[in-house]
């Protein structure tokens, strides 16, 4: 296994465009997360899923973002009608049940709205 | 809320120096704490942890340990290498309703530069 994968790794986007994400989880990491990091901050916690069900979204996550996961496998995080405020690095790890073992992240997504 | 600060950066120090990274956090019940560390270019990566109060986690010559007390989780290393060189985060999980952490908090990050 080759750990988490995240792509893209980079995204430039107009404002206003649509843009998707995509993440592979280690394969038997029943848990996925998706964190949002800015410049010079850590990274905030977005959302997660166990197997397929999405179990918590932050107030972070406005109606213009929605992220998926179906079948438990892979996640896609979409963001509609993008905004400047959405440049970031778009983080995502997963886990297995039982979290004292720790996340694995991937590299992630840089995005980029100009 | 939940929250970690960790001393401001960048720290920039000479190959084979004492490192310490100051942490405190506030969160209600029993947090478990880790360092991740962030290469250039990479995700993060999980240093080391602590579960329960004056538990010491160690990885790579780096140690930290849980003091509830002054709710601190300060990591060291005795000698740092140019290979240490990255950002450094602090963060914590907290057992939510129903038993289970998932979720961390994490601080600002310190970025840690080792010169020859």
């Known amino acids: 296994d080759t750990g988490v994968s995240q792509n893209p790794r980079h995204k430039i986007t107009k404002r206003g465009q649509n843009v998707t994400f995509r993440c592979d989880p280690i394969s038997e990491h029943n848990r996925l997360y998706w964190y949002r990091q800015t410049l010079g901050q850590g990274p905030e916690f977005l959302t997660y899923f166990q197997n397929e069900a999405q179990l918590e979204k932050s107030r972070l996550l406005s109606d213009r973002f929605s992220a998926e996961r179906p079948k438990g496998s892979f996640s896609t995080l979409e963001i509609q009608r993008t905004e400047q405020g959405d440049s970031a690095m778009y983080l995502c790890?997963?886990?297995?049940?039982?979290?004292?073992?720790?996340?694995?992240f991937g590299s992630g997504t840089r995005l980029t709205v100009v | 809320g939940d929250s970690v600060t960790q001393m401001e950066g960048p720290v920039t120090l000479s190959e084979e120096a004492f490192l310490t990274i100051n942490c405190t956090y506030t969160a209600t019940g029993y947090p478990s704490l880790f360092w991740y560390v962030q290469y250039p270019g990479e995700g993060l990566q999980l240093l080391l942890k602590a579960t329960k109060a004056d538990d010491k986690g160690s990885n790579k010559g780096f140690e930290a340990t849980y003091r509830k007390e002054t709710t601190s989780f300060h990591l060291e290393k005795g000698s740092v290498q140019v290979s240490d060189s990255a950002v450094y985060f602090c963060a914590l999980s907290r057992e939510e309703s129903g038993g289970s952490n998932y979720k961390l908090t994490f601080g600002k990050g310190t970025l840690l530069t080792v010169n020859p």
């Open positions: 790890a997963s886990s297995l049940q039982g979290f004292y073992l720790g996340y694995t």
